[in-house]
């Protein structure tokens, strides 16, 4: 038994759970404790993608989950959204994803990093844009539906691309990129 747990925790590697730790914590407070979409989209963004290159997709792929329930929870996001928030959590995937492919399919240069952040922000902004255009005409009160879709709309471009430039120049300071 003891050959069982010595090998489990020889496994683990102490410095990138720390990382995922540190990470998925800062992605639980902000959207829970700051409720302005101008600082915390670019926050979480930023997070995101400094999850992606400081410990891995698989692992930002789970932390790409977490900001969007806090944000409900905390009340960043209005409970009447609640539907759009899994739509939101596969936004945060789609964006996480091909800033990684264009980053393996370019080699890491800073021209694949912005090529993929572009595309990456844009992909998201259309998925969220067209994805909040149906979902909110079937389950929202038409009266709310141009709040939700603004909501959803370019902000989340801007949001997304800020939050890319605060990324690349932290990911810049450490040398990550």
Do not use: C
């Not at 994805?131 to 079937?138: G, L, M, T, Y």
């Amino acid at each position: 038994m003891n050959n069982i747990k010595t090998k489990t925790l020889s496994k683990i590697n102490a410095l990138a759970l720390v990382r995922f730790l540190v990470l998925g914590g800062v992605m639980s407070i902000v959207p829970f404790y700051i409720h302005i979409q101008w600082i915390t989209g670019p926050m979480v963004n930023a997070l995101l993608i400094l999850a992606l290159f400081i410990i891995g997709i698989r692992e930002a792929f789970i932390l790409a989950l977490i900001p969007s329930l806090m944000a409900l929870s905390g009340g960043l996001i209005p409970a009447i959204l609640a539907p759009v928030v899994p739509f939101i959590m596969l936004s945060n995937l789609i964006f996480i994803y091909l800033i990684d492919r264009f980053s393996l399919i370019l080699k890491n240069s800073d021209k694949s990093y912005w090529l993929g952040l572009f595309i990456a922000s844009f992909t998201k902004f259309i998925f969220l844009y067209l994805s909040v255009n149906i979902i909110s005409k079937i389950l929202i009160k038409q009266e709310l539906i141009v709040k939700v879709v603004q909501m959803m709309s370019w902000p989340q471009f801007f949001t997304a691309f800020s939050g890319g430039m605060i990324a690349f120049l932290f990911l810049k300071f450490i040398k990550r990129i």
